[in-house]
C-alpha cells in the first residue's frame, strides 16, 4: 500500500463523516421558492444542494482536508460518492470536472465578468451553448447599492435579496439565479434558480461556488461594522 493510500481512506472516512453529520444531525430545510427548479443554501463551510434538478440532495464540502497544488477546492459528494469536483482559478471561476483528478472528464466552466464591479457569470457546458447573466439587481429597496457590487461601503450592504436573468445566445431570457443574504434567513446564504436544459446540476452548483467566493470577497473588503465578527457572513438566525 503506497502512502498515499491510508491518506486517502483517512479523507474518505472523515468526508463521510460528515456527510452523514450533515443528513443526521439537523440539516434544516430551507423553504424555497416554488417556481425554483435548483436550490441550495450554505452552512457554515458546507453547501447543501436541497433541490436538484434531477437526483436526490448533496452536499458540497471541501474536495480534501489538506489541498495539494492543483488539487480541486470543492467536491460534490452524495452517500460519499464524489460527483463532481471543482477547481477555482482565484478570480471565482469554476471548472467542473467528473472526479477529483485533473485527467477526469470536464464537465464544463463558470466564468465570472464585471460590469462596473458588479459580477455576471458566463455558465457554459462542455457540449452546450452557453448562458450568460445580467448582473444580480436588488428586489426590494433599502438604501443599499441597488446591485451585489464591490463598490459596497459597510458589510450591511451586501444583504438582501437579489436576481439574474440568464440569457442565452441571442440575449433571451431562459432563467435567472437568485440570492438571499442575511442573517434573519432562513440560511445566511441560499441560493435558487430556474435552469434552462443547458445547465446540469454539476454546473449550477459551480455557479454558486463562483457566486460564494465572489461573496466573500465583498465582505472581506468592505467595513465590518462588528467587532466581534472578523469573517464573512456564513451562518444565520432565523427570527421564527
Same mark, same amino acid.
Given at each position: 500500500?503506497?502512502?498515499?493510500?491510508?491518506?486517502?481512506?483517512?479523507?474518505?472516512?472523515?468526508?463521510?463523516?460528515?456527510?452523514?453529520?450533515?443528513?443526521?444531525?439537523? $440539516?434544516?430545510?430551507? #423553504?424555497?421558492? +416554488?417556481?425554483?427548479?435548483?436550490? @441550495?443554501?450554505?452552512?457554515?463551510?458546507?453547501?447543501?444542494?436541497?433541490?436538484?434538478?434531477?437526483?436526490?440532495?448533496?452536499?458540497?464540502?471541501?474536495?480534501?482536508?489538506? *489541498?495539494? #497544488?492543483?488539487?480541486?477546492?470543492?467536491?460534490?459528494?452524495?452517500?460519499?460518492? !464524489?460527483?463532481?469536483?471543482?477547481?477555482?482559478?482565484?478570480?471565482?471561476? @469554476?471548472?467542473? *470536472? !467528473?472526479?477529483?483528478?485533473?485527467?477526469?472528464?470536464?464537465?464544463?466552466?463558470?466564468?465570472?465578468?464585471?460590469?462596473?464591479?458588479?459580477?455576471?457569470?458566463?455558465?457554459?457546458?462542455?457540449?452546450?451553448?452557453?448562458?450568460?447573466?445580467? $448582473?444580480?439587481?436588488?428586489?426590494?429597496?433599502?438604501?443599499? #447599492?441597488?446591485?451585489?457590487? *464591490?463598490?459596497?461601503? !459597510?458589510?450591511?450592504?451586501?444583504?438582501?435579496?437579489?436576481?439574474?436573468?440568464? *440569457?442565452?445566445? !441571442?440575449?433571451?431570457?431562459?432563467?435567472?439565479?437568485?440570492?438571499?443574504?442575511?442573517?434573519?434567513?432562513?440560511?445566511?446564504?441560499?441560493?435558487?434558480?430556474?435552469?434552462?436544459?443547458?445547465?446540469?446540476?454539476?454546473?449550477?452548483?459551480?455557479?454558486?461556488? +463562483?457566486?460564494?467566493?465572489?461573496?466573500?470577497?465583498?465582505?472581506?473588503?468592505?467595513?465590518?461594522?462588528?467587532?466581534?465578527?472578523?469573517?464573512?457572513?456564513?451562518?444565520?438566525?432565523?427570527?421564527?
Amino acid at each position: 500500500m503506497s502512502s498515499r493510500e491510508p491518506l486517502n481512506a483517512t479523507i474518505a472516512v472523515l468526508t463521510s463523516l460528515s456527510i452523514a453529520a450533515a443528513y443526521g444531525c439537523g $440539516v434544516r430545510a430551507i #423553504p424555497m421558492d +416554488s417556481d425554483a427548479s435548483f436550490a @441550495m443554501h450554505q452552512e457554515n463551510r458546507m453547501f447543501v444542494m436541497d433541490r436538484p434538478k434531477s437526483g436526490a440532495p448533496a452536499v458540497v464540502t471541501a474536495a480534501e482536508w489538506f *489541498r495539494t #497544488p492543483g488539487a480541486p477546492a470543492w467536491a460534490l459528494r452524495h452517500n460519499g460518492e !464524489t460527483l463532481a469536483a471543482y477547481w477555482i482559478d482565484g478570480n471565482a471561476g @469554476m471548472t467542473a *470536472r !467528473t472526479g477529483s483528478e485533473a485527467s477526469d472528464r470536464p464537465l464544463g466552466a463558470v466564468s465570472p465578468s464585471w460590469d462596473d464591479n458588479a459580477i455576471r457569470l458566463k455558465i457554459e457546458a462542455l457540449d452546450g451553448q452557453p448562458v450568460r447573466s445580467d $448582473v444580480f439587481a436588488r428586489t426590494e429597496d433599502g438604501g443599499a #447599492p441597488s446591485v451585489l457590487t *464591490r463598490d459596497t461601503q !459597510t458589510i450591511l450592504d451586501v444583504r438582501g435579496r437579489y436576481q439574474a436573468a440568464l *440569457r442565452d445566445t !441571442t440575449g433571451a431570457e431562459v432563467g435567472w439565479l437568485r440570492l438571499r443574504i442575511g442573517p434573519y434567513e432562513p440560511a445566511a446564504r441560499i441560493y435558487e434558480a430556474k435552469l434552462p436544459a443547458s445547465v446540469s446540476d454539476t454546473l449550477a452548483v459551480a455557479a454558486v461556488l +463562483s457566486l460564494a467566493s465572489e461573496i466573500d470577497w465583498i465582505e472581506g473588503h468592505t467595513q465590518n461594522v462588528y467587532q466581534k465578527d472578523r469573517g464573512p457572513l456564513i451562518q444565520s438566525i432565523p427570527m421564527h
